[in-house]
């Protein structure tokens, strides 16, 4: 079976771990949270997480960009979750053993339904050609994004397939104290995982567009770096968080060098997120749109068409991007 690139979400945390018996802050469905000791994670020693590039955690739904009826397509997270009596199972056998270990899942009988064209997530372990479930019960995976898929319409606003162009957001190539919105060749983005952020994703911790006019764009991972990083050392990491403009974001993604990708969340530390004006809304941003597409039935609805009209022009941050009635 065909596997498609690795999802963020998976990704060991910088410190240890250890589970509390209270309702996460982050899921509204997990009944622990999951937070930080202050010893580090040897993953993250063991690949010199010292000398890893820290780069910013942005907050949005996962996506990935693979071939798909032999072009570029933009791929949206879906994971394969129990179905109602095989959850209760899971989770009886969770609460007597306090282990999911040990636990038998059926694939075929246990799971719910997903899209034929449906495919698992790179990383996820095969037994028997049948993938197996993680340590929450999913199976994590993508879905292509298809173009009038209502579920998917926010990921849909942000790809242009007859030109080929997706919505990105992204450091300005010549101003590192900026940040712009340009039209990328999906090409370009070929095997990269992606965040989708805007108006109608997780609570729109950035404050982009209004329900009237929804604005939604891609932020490829890794692309915005930490250029202060703190040092990996509990109170530090703690304090910078608490005190630095830089550290009013969701967290922090180390790479290193081996290829290694250790995070670290806000809840991880019980801190709260959001945290009001992000560090993404302390930067200038300029629309970098150039769009002509005539391929559409109604083009003022159009993302693409939305943003060439402001083309060229430069806003004080992220909230301030609005579009004309």
């Given amino acids: 079976m065909r596997r498609l690139g690795s999802v963020q979400q998976k990704m060991p945390c910088a410190f240890l771990t250890e589970v509390r018996?209270?309702?996460?802050?982050?899921?509204?469905?997990?009944?622990?949270?999951?937070?930080?000791?202050?010893?580090?994670?040897?993953?993250?020693?063991?690949?010199?997480?010292?000398?890893?590039l820290a780069t910013e955690k942005v907050d949005g739904t996962c996506c990935y960009v693979s071939s798909y009826k032999g072009e570029p397509y933009l791929w949206a997270r879906l994971d394969r979750k129990p179905n109602k009596q095989a959850d209760k199972r899971f989770r009886r056998?969770?609460?007597?053993?306090?282990?999911?270990?040990?636990?038998s899942w059926n694939i075929e009988d246990d799971f719910k339904n997903v899209p034929e064209e449906w495919l698992p997530a790179h990383g996820v372990q095969q037994v028997n050609g049948n993938p197996v479930p993680d340590e929450n019960g999913h199976i994590l995976g993508w879905v292509p994004v298809e173009k009038y898929n209502q579920q998917y319409r926010w990921?849909?606003?942000?790809?242009?397939?007859?030109?080929?162009?997706?919505?990105?957001?992204?450091?300005?190539?010549?101003?590192?104290?900026?940040?712009?919105?340009?039209?990328?060749?999906?090409?370009?983005?070929l095997e990269q995982?992606?965040?989708?952020?805007?108006?109608?994703?997780?609570?729109?911790?950035?404050?982009?567009?209004?329900?009237?006019?929804?604005?939604?764009?891609?932020?490829?991972?890794?692309?915005?770096?930490?250029?202060k990083a703190?040092?990996?050392?509990?109170?530090?990491?703690?304090?910078w968080f608490q005190q630095s403009d830089e550290g009013r974001v969701e967290g922090i993604v180390w790479h290193c060098a081996d290829g290694t990708l250790v995070k670290l969340h806000r809840h991880h530390l019980n801190l709260k997120w959001p945290v009001g004006d992000t560090f993404l809304n302390t930067r200038p941003v300029v629309v970098?749109?150039?769009?002509?597409?005539?391929?559409?039935?109604?083009?003022?609805?159009?993302?693409?068409?939305?943003f060439s009209k402001l083309n060229g022009q430069q806003f004080g941050c992220l909230?301030?991007?609005?579009?004309?009635?």
């Fill in 319 to 325: 909230r301030d991007v609005h579009f004309e009635s």
């Fill in 288 to 306: 970098h749109v150039d769009w002509s597409g005539d391929h559409l039935c109604d083009s003022s609805k159009n993302l693409f068409h939305a």
């Fill in 93 to 103: 056998f969770q609460h007597f053993h306090q282990s999911n270990k040990g636990f």
């Fill in 155 to 189: 990921h849909s606003s942000v790809v242009d397939y007859e030109d080929g162009l997706a919505l990105v957001l992204r450091p300005h190539p010549e101003n590192e104290d900026m940040i712009e919105i340009t039209s990328r060749p999906l090409s370009e983005l």
């Fill in 230 to 239: 703190p040092s990996l050392h509990y109170q530090q990491i703690y304090e």
């Fill in 193 to 227: 995982t992606l965040e989708l952020i805007g108006t109608n994703i997780n609570g729109n911790p950035y404050g982009l567009g209004d329900k009237k006019h929804p604005l939604h764009v891609l932020v490829p991972h890794g692309i915005f770096q930490i250029r």
């Fill in 21 to 52: 018996d209270e309702p996460s802050r982050k899921r509204e469905w997990q009944q622990f949270q999951v937070v930080a000791s202050e010893r580090v994670n040897p993953v993250a020693l063991d690949s010199n997480v010292d000398a890893a």
